[in-house]
């Protein structure tokens, strides 16, 4: 049988890179967002969300219709972030080969891997509920296992990787409805929404000034900045009140009468590290109770299955997020033992001269 021959690998181990800072992460962070809305106008929120997805070493799920920049949006952060960007069409003939990649000859008798598009630092999957499930599947292995196996031979995807899926919730005709498998492993699912009136206008305004389509990003860091960043999320402290709180929202979902199934201990991984990433973009290296509240939705919904009668009632897997969170205590803010472990200087005693108020 003709031999094989496999591109060299060289995907770094998490220990062999060295964590930026605290203060650097949320600057380096800020400055890649404040580029990016020169292309995507009015949606800082949602920016901020897609970031979050790439410092967790997430993957994210964009969710709406067509024409509200979720193409763009990939495109921004690959050019900023100088990261190889790799666009899949998903459609009902694609088969897994058309995106991991095939053995081919090389016209001496060898066969020699040729990768597929999944190969890049971000791949946007545009459509993902329109390939058929055997296709999702390879796709599936490429977002959880960070490689491909072809031929009975495992690949080595490239580092970072983020896959950003699009798909229609508007559309069903033709259209392969995810697997909760695969939607667990999404780190967030996000909704771009329509911009407001005035962002909207300054859109128009933008393309009529700068007289041709494309916008020119500057590139602001490279792979290797971005997995220091990475390393830096994963030496943010979580306090154990705050993961006993991520615990008790993750039961609340389960618990609750309108779901079927709730969110998994995957699921409670996933708000934790979305949390710390968040709170690594602000500059902070502790989580408080906020960053969980904010993340919430976008981490745990979509991990929800609802009884038939919740859907009929219009209830949706956000509501019952919203509801848990409400019902949920929110946990106390960080006590000195907390901030010590943390770094972070102690709360001023309440009658401190110094303290403000």
Request: include cysteine; aromatic fraction near 4%.
């Amino acid at each position: 049988m003709p031999r094989v021959e496999q591109p060299r690998e060289d995907r770094p181990s998490a220990e062999s890179v060295a964590p930026a800072s605290g203060a650097e992460v949320a600057r380096v962070g800020h400055a890649v967002l404040d580029e990016i809305e020169r292309a995507v106008v009015g949606k800082r929120s949602v920016l901020e969300l897609v970031l979050v997805g790439l410092l967790a070493d997430g993957h994210v799920l964009i969710e709406d219709v067509p024409g509200v920049a979720k193409t763009l949006t990939a495109r921004s952060f690959a050019a900023v972030l100088s990261m190889e960007f790799s666009r899949v069409q998903f459609t009902p003939d694609l088969i897994p080969s058309d995106i991991t990649g095939s053995a081919v000859p090389d016209g001496h008798g060898a066969l020699f891997f040729q990768p597929g598009p999944i190969f890049a630092n971000l791949v946007l999957g545009d459509e993902i509920n329109r390939a058929p499930p055997k296709t999702q599947a390879a796709v599936l292995e490429a977002m959880e296992e960070r490689q491909v196996t072809v031929d009975g031979v495992s690949h080595r995807l490239p580092a970072p990787f983020l896959v950003l899926a699009t798909q229609n919730p508007l559309e069903s005709e033709g259209t392969y409805p995810l697997p909760e498998a695969q939607l667990d492993r999404f780190l967030l699912r996000v909704s771009v929404g329509y911009p407001d009136h005035d962002a909207e206008v300054e859109l128009l305004r933008r393309r009529v000034e700068r007289r041709q389509n494309q916008v020119e990003l500057r590139p602001l860091l490279d792979g290797s900045t971005v997995r220091r960043l990475q390393a830096a999320v994963e030496t943010v402290h979580v306090a154990d009140d705050l993961l006993e709180y991520v615990v008790a929202l993750v039961t609340a979902t389960r618990t609750d009468s309108r779901t079927e199934a709730g969110a998994s201990p995957r699921a409670a991984l996933a708000l934790v590290a979305a949390a710390r990433a968040r709170a690594a973009l602000a500059g902070r290296a502790f989580v408080v109770p906020d960053d969980v509240k904010q993340l919430a939705v976008p981490t745990l919904a979509h991990r929800l299955v609802l009884r038939p009668e919740a859907w009929i009632r219009g209830i949706t897997q956000a509501t019952v997020v919203t509801d848990c969170l409400g019902s949920v205590p929110t946990p106390a803010t960080l006590t000195d033992a907390d901030r010590a472990v943390a770094g972070q200087p102690s709360a001023p005693a309440a009658d401190d001269p110094g303290r403000a108020g």
